[in-house]
Structures are given as structure tokens and as C-alpha cells.
């Protein structure tokens, strides 16, 4: 299994390609890079990004159309094997969730408020037939459907999106309070006294 991060799409309304917005000092790319190598032997970035430890560059795709479908049909042709996707503006989501998509053994995409996340799944090679006749303007959740996935549930806080350059800010300062916090409650693990049994 590869997991691969979807970085396809112009990001008009981010200011740009997405993968390498900055966020809390690093490339968004990287959030969704670090969560995948923590389920994947493997992990490459299919479209514009950034370079990243450890992550292979599949940007050969076609240039036109930046369609998720076209990423998503590129990586299955180039793994030939399963892949792990998740687009490259999902940096909130976790290694749990992957390793839940990635235990279903079957094509499996998230769901989430009631929605499938088509840019948050598992793609078999046997997708791949349905994935590339689809007509170029149909919306990709009805091909997906087309595929009878597993549904699987994920918090609706990992599963969203990050499209404009508020949401943007609003999730630096969403990161920098969790680090926060984790660091405070590093300082108070190390200030309690150890306790020896009696």
C-alpha cells in the first residue's frame, strides 16, 4: 500500500497551489505526509508540492484538468497497487483514521456528516477501470458510488478542508493552541514527582 497525498488544483481562493501554503512554519503537504508515513511503507506526492523527507514526487500526471479523478487515476496507474489518498488540505486528519480506512482490504472512502470524502480513501487497482471511463464532468462522488465503497465514518474535524486563506489563519491558530497545550501538559508531567510504590 502507498499512501499518497492528492496536491492537484490551482488554490485560487488560497492564494496559490496548496500543498505549499504555509501553515504554523510548515508546507500544508507536510501535515498529511507525516500522518500517512505513520500508516505507509511508502508515500508520494501526485501534483505540485513541495519536497518533503521521505516523500516520492509523482507531479508527471497530465497538466489539464487538475481534477482529483485525474490524480487519483495517475497514482493507481503508477503504484499498481492499493493506495492510501488524502487531498493535501486535510491537515488535521490522523494516523487512526488512515489505518481505519487502510484496514478495510476493499475500495473504502470516508464519510463524513453524511458525506462521502472521495479525496480521503482507499482505491484498489480495481478501481481503476470505473475511475478512468468516467465522463470528464461528472461529479466524482457519483463515479465513487459507482465503485459500491465501504463507507467508513471519520470526525468531521479531520475530514475538513482547507480552501481559503481564512480558513487558512484560522487553523494556524487552531495548530499553535494545540501546541500549546501539549507543551504545557509536558511541563506538568515533568513537574509532578515520580511515585514509587510503597
Do not use: N
Not at 465514518?153 to 497545550?181: F, G, H, K, Y
Amino acid at each position: 500500500m502507498i499512501g499518497v497525498v492528492l496536491a492537484g488544483g490551482a488554490g485560487r481562493r488560497i492564494g496559490g497551489a496548496k500543498a505549499t501554503r504555509t501553515l504554523a512554519g510548515r508546507p500544508l503537504a507536510a501535515y498529511v505526509a507525516d500522518a500517512l508515513q505513520a500508516v505507509c511503507p511508502r508515500v508520494a506526492l501526485v501534483g505540485p508540492g513541495p519536497e518533503l523527507p521521505q516523500v516520492e514526487l509523482w507531479d508527471d500526471e497530465p497538466a489539464e484538468p487538475r481534477h482529483p479523478r485525474t490524480g487519483i487515476v495517475h497514482a493507481l496507474q503508477r503504484a499498481r497497487e492499493e493506495i492510501l489518498v488524502c487531498a493535501t488540505d486535510m491537515p488535521f486528519i490522523t494516523p487512526g483514521t488512515l489505518t481505519r480506512l487502510a484496514a478495510a482490504g476493499a475500495d473504502a472512502i470516508a464519510v463524513s456528516d453524511g458525506r462521502l470524502q472521495p479525496v480521503l480513501a482507499l482505491y484498489t487497482p480495481a478501481a481503476l477501470a470505473i475511475l478512468e471511463q468516467a465522463e470528464p464532468d461528472e461529479p466524482l462522488t457519483r463515479t465513487i458510488e459507482r465503485l459500491d465503497p465501504i463507507r467508513v465514518e471519520v470526525p468531521a474535524a479531520q475530514a475538513r478542508s482547507i480552501d481559503t486563506a481564512e480558513q487558512l489563519a484560522a487553523a494556524e491558530e487552531e495548530l499553535r493552541a494545540q501546541q500549546q497545550r501539549h507543551a504545557a501538559d509536558g511541563e506538568r508531567d515533568l513537574a509532578e514527582p515520580e511515585r514509587h510504590p510503597e
